[in-house]
């Protein structure tokens, strides 16, 4: 059985920082490219960035610069370290394995100006 399990989320004043972990189970994780999305009310869900089992990442225009993806192979564990966060940044951040239909249950950010 997939788990995906996020946290990390929370509120966070425009311009403090956050870092999202996602603990994955019954997946061979050093093989997963991973990636974090993100939703808002009214939106559909986006990519934010993406991390392959060589750690080659990419990531949304919107956050490059100021959003890392890392993974912990050891600890079955992707990461999202996100700095200078906007009130834009608000969303519901999910962790997904690409090329699946395994999804996270999501943890909220709420970034207040």
């Known amino acids: 059985q997939v788990q995906l399990v996020e946290s990390g989320g929370g509120l966070v004043q425009a311009g403090g920082s956050l870092r999202l972990s996602c603990l994955a189970s019954g997946i061979v994780f050093s093989r997963a490219v991973l990636a974090w999305y993100r939703q808002s009310p009214g939106t559909e869900r986006e990519l934010v960035a993406r991390?392959?089992?060589?750690?080659?990442?990419n990531y949304a225009d919107s956050v490059t610069g100021r959003f890392a993806i890392s993974r912990d192979n050891a600890k079955n564990t992707v990461y999202l370290q996100m700095n200078s966060l906007k009130p834009e940044d608000t969303a519901v951040y999910y962790c997904?394995?690409?090329?699946?239909?395994?999804w996270g249950q999501g943890t909220q950010v709420t970034v207040s100006s």
């Open positions: 991390i392959s089992s060589r750690s080659d990442t």
């Open positions: 997904y394995v690409v090329g699946t239909s395994w």
